[in-house]
């Protein structure tokens, strides 16, 4: 747990004052020891994902909502492949919600919480169309607050991070009758990078050129962190496809992980 809970940190979360919403809808400290019952599904809570100055390094598009899960799928692929082919970011991850399939882009330094609102809407609105826009949330929410994977949902289903080539298998429910192993969630996050302040401002510079706001103001870039480490160029991407169940076997045993049923048995 020690150590799915570092990649988490490490991808998504601060190393100071992070927090996270109680039942009361007051903001708690998010101290290891409450992000550990959240994973282990003892507390679900809601973390925050914006400092008290207004910063954030997580950014979260969710699909779900109306129509069928087939196009959900297809929508978050066409956003995932955008990133990287179109946008030459690297690979985001893939959770499901339990209700919903959600992408995640990992920032290695924060940026103000407007300007990543302005980059998750630019996504939206240029590489979906408005008929296929079927993100369930606006954005701004899910930039700010989020159930962090894997967690017990109030549904009873599991929360968990998926292997991007295994999506198809969850069409009809995006969630888990029964715990990830956190050996299996340590192993879908450990080779992720997050986008070095470089990368981002040329991507949100590429998405308001495209828009039509070329003469906005670029995106400042912000010194990057001592701690960062960049993506290899041979690092590879996400395979957002159908895989056979061979296919998903292989990568994860190639991972040292050993896979278990996503449902409970009768």
Known sequence: MHKLISELTRLYLFDEQQQY?????SAQPLTPAVLARHLSGEQTVAVQLVTGSGLTRA?????????????HWSALCTIANAVQHELDLPAPAVSISGTAFQLWLSLATPVPVAQAR??????RSTFLPASTDILATAPPADVEQVA???????????????????????????????????????????????INPGQFAQALAKLQGHAGLADAVPAPVAAPLAT?????????????Q?????????????????????HRLP
Do not use: Y
């Open 21 to 25: 919403v109680d039942a009361d809808g």
């Open 118 to 123: 302005q980059f998750v809407q630019l996504l």
């Open 228 to 240: 960062v480490v960049t993506q290899s160029p041979t690092q590879p991407g996400l395979l957002l």
């Open 242 to 262: 159908d895989a056979s169940l061979e296919d998903i076997v292989r990568w994860l045993h190639a991972r040292n992980i050993e896979p278990t049923f996503r």
């Open 59 to 71: 950014l979260v598009l969710e699909f779900g909502g109306k129509g069928g899960g087939e196009a």
């Open 148 to 194: 962090l994977p894997p967690c017990l949902q109030p549904s009873g289903k599991w929360a968990a991070f998926i292997h991007p080539s295994m999506g198809a298998a969850f069409v009809d429910e995006p969630g888990l009758d029964m715990p990830p192993p956190p050996a299996a969630q340590l192993g879908f996050l450990e080779s992720l990078r997050s």
